[in-house]
């Protein structure tokens, strides 16, 4: 038997033993990720059978690299619950699937199955989580570790091997179509959450990818994507090595460390240079500084977008394997590579080096031992009770309080009349986000069905619809105000939609395609950016109309992305924000609305007056003197950090172990110790995320007006004190300096701490020489 498939060998060896028995046929079959999953499989007379085109791409490669989306089902795919493979029956297609490669291929290679999982597994029956504005909101790390530990479990079961997860995107443009897909504005948070996401999906150490309950993480997109001129998506990053290095890389390097399994390279271009195709990102940065040992998979068709730097499909290939991608998607670039080599556009070692990484991750999988799945764990796995509670609460943490005028939150039984309006109080798609999967009817609930649930026994709930999201049509607004007229409260809930519709129109690589002043409901989503950030269609007449008639306003925002709300917060006294708050999310609402549970998250963007603002997040560079704009406040409507709860917290003084370190010391293991009491001071329980800052100054290079660095959620019951702890270490204080690199420098520093960004307590350290 050949020692590749004998498992007493280490990887390595049997790596080194399979890799000089390929041809070079075969080895570009094992860099190639070619065809839609959804096009592997067909109805016919015995039912869901292999299709001829994967038995023909299997035989392109004499073998398979991977298979995207074998389960995925949404109105790009165009796979629904009549012509999908059904969820019990998911392990045992994808058996049949990797049983044809193995036994239809000279060396029976398995085939790895990677499925997207951006906020859950987008497949039929998928649990689907907040989106990750949401994740973020939630300034709970463990919790969302603990989240996609379900997701994880859910995909294997099905007989899937890669979670394709948004991870690595920072926000900095919120017109940016994909805003949603980012944790948020700040390098630390999003770094903190990337690593939670990593730990949930892989587990903690490499042998438990060998399990049933645990997948590969692959980590997009690499880099600087949230970033784009203009918010325009896949527009190139304006940026320099610096702001790359001090915002846009800091999740990735976490996820890594993490032990992510891959990563996938960006659209956009830096300075210049395609991410598919910027060496220094991909290999000096990624491996060679590092140490990064997996995979680097293409975005969807990026290779072929090239052309126009290369000239044809072969150098394209050449250049994006050569800078260090690995595993292609859809593109028909790689497709040509065996041509590349031969034509002398390739060397073969740059070949087999790809190949080496590609059937590591698969001998790390333990596909090569236990190439087959169990065809029965979907069926207990797949939307258990205890993964609906998860999400639940997920959704419950995600929800943001940014304005609550006399407590009037939570409601309490006066209200009897109940006026629930606007276009997504009843639309269960609209706060799911992009990336979403179909849905059975009798799967979670939407915010007017939450709240019906949530009231009490006695209130008289009303529903109009009021407007839509985009649309212009005012025929709903008379019917809306004159419900609200008659209610002793009304609930207004706004926002946006990244739901996709069949019969839209989708680009090669799925991405919506809306026209210019198009009729569809979206407002964001892949392919769907804004120039304008205020609420859409005729939302913000419907808030000041109803507000006319003396009838109490509450918003609840469910939305992909920071809209500009200076006209809403006027005329309202409360304000939610719920982001998308997927499945459960109508629950969680209703519940936080009468009180059944209670606001904990905390904004992970700065809210915008206006679009004529941006950029608004937090961290800018410090300009050494005010630079206010003439015609409105400089800073942000909401600031990032910010959140409110039903019940109020006080901090007492900062405690410090000492005042100064020097570099030697710190080098050594020495570090600030910070410690402050914070006590709920009110009549509820609550949960608060104590946030520490730093604000440095005379390090040699420009700094930024405030940067976080740690933080921590804690839940007190009324009266309750706890003391929180925080250190600052060396790696945290360091730098890159004026030669670029990355290391402690003398400073002096303000530390504040606080319940947000806007945090005053502060107190003074330095590090000295």
Known sequence: MPKYKINTYSTEDRIADLLPRMTLKEKVGQLNQHMYGWNAYERGTNGIELSQEFKDQVAFGDGMGALYGLFRADPWSQVTYENGIP?????????????????????????????????????LDGTLLPVNLGIGSTWNPRLIEEAYSHVAAEIRSRGAHLGLVSALDILH???????????????????????????????????????????????????????????????????????????????????????????????????????????????????EEWGFEGIVMADGCALDRLLALTGNYEAAAALALASGVDLSLWD???????????????????????????LRLKFNLGLFDRPYADENLAATVVGQPAIRAMNVQVARESIVLLKNENDLLPLNGTYKRIAVLGPN?????????????????????????????????????????GCGVRDLSDKGLEEAVATAKRSDIAILVLGGSSARQFGGEFDSNGEAIVSENGRSEMDCGEG??????RLGGLQERLVREVKATGTPVVVVLIQGRPHALTDIV?????????????????????????????????LPVSLPRSSGQLPVYYNQKNPGRPRPYVDMPSDALYPFGYGLSYTTFQYGEIRVNKPSLTVQEMHERAQFEISIEVTNTGKRVGAETVQLYIRSRKSGIIRRLLELKAFEKVWLEPGE?????????????????????????????????????????????????
């Open 721 to 769: 004190s706890k003391t929180v702890s925080f250190r600052l270490k060396s790696e945290q204080l360091s730098i890159w300096n004026r030669e670029m690199r990355f290391m402690l420098e003398p400073c002096e520093l303000t530390v504040y701490v606080g319940g947000d960004s806007l945090a005053k307590t502060g107190v003074e350290l330095c590090v000295n020489k």
């Open 570 to 602: 006027e005329h309202c006294e409360a304000l939610l924000c719920g982001w998308y708050p997927g499945q459960e999310g109508g629950q969680a609402i209703g519940e936080i609305l009468f009180g059944d549970s209670f606001p904990s998250g905390k």
């Open 425 to 465: 109080a009843d639309r269960f798609y609209n706060q799911l986000g992009d990336y979403t999967s179909v849905q059975r009817k009798d799967v979670g609930s939407t915010v007017l069905q939450g709240i019906k649930k949530a009231a009490p026994a006695d209130a008289v709930i009303e529903y109009s619809l």
């Open 173 to 287: 443009d919120p017109r940016w179509g994909r805003t949603e897909e980012c944790y948020g504005e700040d390098p630390h948070l999003a770094a903190q959450m990337t690593a939670a996401i990593v730990q949930g999906l892989q587990g903690t150490d490499i042998e438990q990818l060998k399990t049933s309950s645990k997948v590969a993480a692959i980590l997009k997109h690499l880099s600087a994507q949230g970033t784009c001129l203009g918010g325009r998506n896949a527009g190139p990053a304006s940026i320099g090595e610096r702001e790359l290095r001090e915002i846009h890389l800091p999740g990735a390097k976490a996820g890594i460390e993490a032990g992510a399994a891959g990563c996938m390279a960006a659209y956009n271009e830096i300075d210049g240079i395609p991410c598919h195709v910027n060496e220094k990102l991909l290999t000096g940065i990624l491996r």
């Open 528 to 533: 769907v950016d804004l120039a304008d950030l």
């Open 332 to 358: 028909t670039a790689f497709t040509t590579l065996e041509q590349a080599v031969k034509q002398g556009e390739v060397d073969e070692k740059v070949i087999d080096r790809a190949v080496a990484r590609v």
């Open 87 to 123: 969820t019990v029956d998911n392990a045992k297609f994808a058996n049949k699937v990797q049983r044809y490669v193995v036994e239809n291929t000279r060396l029976g290679i398995p085939v790895l199955l990677s499925e997207e999982c951006p906020h859950g597994h987008q497949a």
